[in-house]
């Protein structure tokens, strides 16, 4: 009887311990971290894509700036033709400025190819006459008394737009004036149009008009 009373007592008591502090199975230390919570909000944003229809021009360098803004134009043309009348050259004012990016394109365009530039080597002196339609209506009236004493000496060339190339014999008269309108094609400019335009005004051309 003490027996069977000895072994309740040892079960009641063991009942107790076990209730007061159950067992639990081991965890992982891993298992503590916080875990995100799961659904739409912890998705991660797919990284960015470069943008593969953007074309080859999306990271072109920019076009060099070819005019000289702190030199008078018109002391420019003038010694361009004393230049062109010592090597028996004509003069080509390419008319713009930095401001366009036709005008930089176009410089950019011919600077390129070697047969243009030969053609131009041997025939012109080729300057960039820097000028803003904005000079004109200038409230400084210096500045716009020099921008129409330009526009003026180039036979007011700006009214076809710009770039516009103005052709000058060896004398400074001008001879041509050409739009560049023609020359172009797509974003750029036609090769054939403009070696057609540079070698139809070479001095030796001249002659046979």
């Known amino acids: 009887m003490k027996r069977i009373l000895f072994s309740l007592t ?3 008591i063991a009942a107790t311990l076990f209730a007061q502090n ?3 199975p081991p965890q992982h230390p891993q298992q503590h971290q916080q875990q995100p919570p799961q659904g739409p909000k912890t998705m991660k944003a797919a ?3 470069p943008n593969l229809q953007a ?4 990271h072109k360098p920019a076009l060099k700036k070819v005019y000289d803004e702190n030199i008078d134009p018109l002391k420019q043309i ?4 004393s230049q062109a009348k010592r090597e028996g050259k004509f003069v080509i004012c390419q008319l713009g400025g930095n401001w366009c ?3 930089l394109r176009f410089a950019d365009y011919i600077s390129r190819d070697r047969e243009i530039m030969r053609i131009i080597d041997e025939n012109f002196v080729y300057i960039h006459v820097s000028y803003n339609p904005k000079q004109a209506r200038s409230k400084d009236k210096a500045t716009a008394d020099k921008a129409k004493k330009l526009l003026k000496r180039l036979n007011y060339a700006g009214r076809f737009g710009y770039p516009v190339f103005v052709v000058l014999d060896g004398k400074g008269r001008v001879i041509h004036i050409q739009e560049s309108g023609y ?3 797509g974003e750029g400019y036609n090769k054939e149009k403009v070696l057609r335009f540079f070698k139809k005004w070479t001095p030796a051309a001249s002659t046979q008009l």
């Open 183 to 185: 020359l172009e094609e």
């Open 10 to 12: 040892a079960l009641c």
């Open 55 to 58: 074309g080859p021009n999306t």
């Open 22 to 24: 159950p067992q639990r």
């Open 78 to 81: 003038d010694q361009a033709v």
């Open 101 to 103: 990016k036709w005008c």
């Open 47 to 49: 990284p960015q894509q």
